[in-house]
């Protein structure tokens, strides 16, 4: 049911009976919606709206980034697939210190460039269980806008003008600004060594189109020149791997996220800390529910931040970060009267007793759903991590590297210190939710430390409030901690929240900062709903991005 006084923009949730999908950009879902017309599941339709957002939003996705996903059958059986992509072997903290590079990596070029493309493995091992469609069939659109040009988006066209003097100062990327000008939106921007790129994965596949094929050691060796410590073999002894993901229960509803290297276990944790308070109750909007959302994320975040890393490297007590008892103990440091300060929340357990250095992760990020006619589920998500990833284009392939490998900390003592081999910290987190033991809600949003807040936005305004799943997209935002750009970790408020309600919060010492109506801070959210009840699929997309829900 949805609430009938909720919010609405006069897009509606769009309803269809036999598949949907749901991106950031509508080409991307269009390229979806056609492949499930001819047959294809959900997985063949997820890799098509990833092959495109390769194309169409250069700047948050490619194919030189990692990507996670979650997927479900009508059974309500979930799986998980990690396509996140380790340190190189050379990539040592002596190597960079070597160059001169002894307290961070550098964010942005070659340097930054040290981790092994995960994504494109992913979709090889998806669709080797689940497609249905030939590999080849899932890029014809893809290849045809990089090779034609792509229509520039309004969230592309605002981050070439964001990064014009980046892209400028970078001969690779020039052609992303021509003639020194950011594109605007409407013109086309074409990609054609990209698009030679995408037809040699079609024709030859993700293993000899790129790991072990030419295009990759060209990738490579490209990247080397620059002064990347990726080389063939990194890319060679790479595979993307399935995995049990982490769950907890949330008023009937079981939540699905990844474990570790991803912050999924940032997510439950919110879930299982406002769990013990009646949300309904502060009723959706009002300076209760605000406050003790961002409270709940300061505790879960103190932990995320003393934990995540490679899961393979350290041993995260997940157990424990994830009991309901835990939480409960936790939540009792939350006061309804006054916020708690977000730097000075301790973690619950320590890593060690040596305090190391806080980095707040950044990045943008594309996430996108589908739902096939025989009711496969997918919920995924891609990125290059920072805006245009590592800001260069590698050699005669299209293909930007992303720069997911400079959070790594240089620092010894710190759990997501490099290592050869080792995946870092990573903001990236499908969600997927079940309810009586069947697939309810595929959902995700971009926006590095507000995906772990919009997650239990969605799921709260979904369960607590009734809303349908355009109103749960469309309600307005917060974000605990750094928007992208900045180093104070404010509460960020969406403008359309009242002025009394942010007054009464920063009563409550809360750092309110506001930010416009329709603010890109606050992430792409991108969800669909499985109405058993009515044998209908409820799909909603963010009117904050470029995209479309589209179902048949």
Known sequence: MSAPHGPRTGRPPTRADRGAVSSPHVLASGAGLAVLRRGGSAVDAAVAVNALLCVAYPHMAGLGGDGFWLIAGPDGAVEALNASGPAAATATRDWYAERGHTEQVPVRGALSALTVPGALDGWRLAHERYGRLAWADLFEDAVHYARHGVPVSRSLSDWLVEDLELLSGEASTRHLVPAGRALREGERLRQPELATSLEVIAAHGARAGFYEGELGRRFCQALEVGGSPLRP????????????????????????????????????????????????????????????????????????????????????????????????????????????????????????????????????????????????????????????????????????????????????????????????????????????????????????????????????????????????????????????????????????????????????????????????????????????????????????????????
Not at 312 to 332: C, F, G, S
């Open 233 to 552: 073999d990194d890319l060679a002894a790479y595979h993307a791997q399935w995995e049990e993901p982490i769950s907890t229960d949330y008023r009937g509803h079981t939540v699905y996220e990844l474990r570790p290297n991803t912050q999924g276990f940032a997510a439950l944790q919110i879930l299982n800390l406002v769990e013990g308070f009646d949300v309904a109750a502060w009723g959706d909007g009002t300076p209760d529910y605000y406050h003790h959302m961002a409270e709940a994320v300061k505790l879960a975040f103190a932990d995320r931040d003393e934990w995540l890393t490679d899961r393979h490297w350290v041993d995260i007590p997940l157990r424990t970060l994830l009991d309901k008892e835990y939480a409960a103990r936790r939540r009792a440091l939350i006061r309804t009267e006054r916020a708690m300060v977000m730097d000075e929340v301790e973690p619950g357990l320590r890593f060690s007793p040596q305090t190391h250095r806080r980095r707040a992760p950044g990045g943008d990020t594309c996430a996108f759903t589908s739902v096939d006619r025989d009711g496969l589920v997918v919920s995924a998500i891609q990125s290059i991590y920072h805006d245009f990833g590592s800001a260069m284009i590698v050699g005669d392939t299209g293909i930007i590297p992303q720069n997911r490998g400079s959070f790594f900390s240089l620092d010894e003592t710190h759990p997501n210190r490099m290592e050869p081999g080792k995946r870092t910290f990573h903001t990236l987190i499908p969600g997927l939710a079940c309810r009586d033991g069947r697939p309810w809600l595929a959902f995700g949003s971009m926006g590095g430390e507000g995906q772990p807040q919009t997650h239990a936005a969605l799921l709260t305004r979904l369960i607590d409030f009734g809303y349908d799943v355009q109103q749960a997209i469309e309600a307005p935002r917060w974000l605990m901690g750094h928007t992208w750009g900045t180093t104070v970790k404010d509460l960020s408020l969406e403008g359309r929240i009242g002025d009394e309600v942010a007054r009464e919060l920063q009563r409550r010492r809360q750092p309110v900062r506001m930010l416009p109506n329709w603010d890109d801070n606050m992430g792409h959210a991108h969800a669909i709903r499985i109405d058993a009840e009515r044998g209908l699929l409820e799909a909603g997309a963010d009117p904050r991005g470029d995209g479309a829900a589209l179902g048949y």
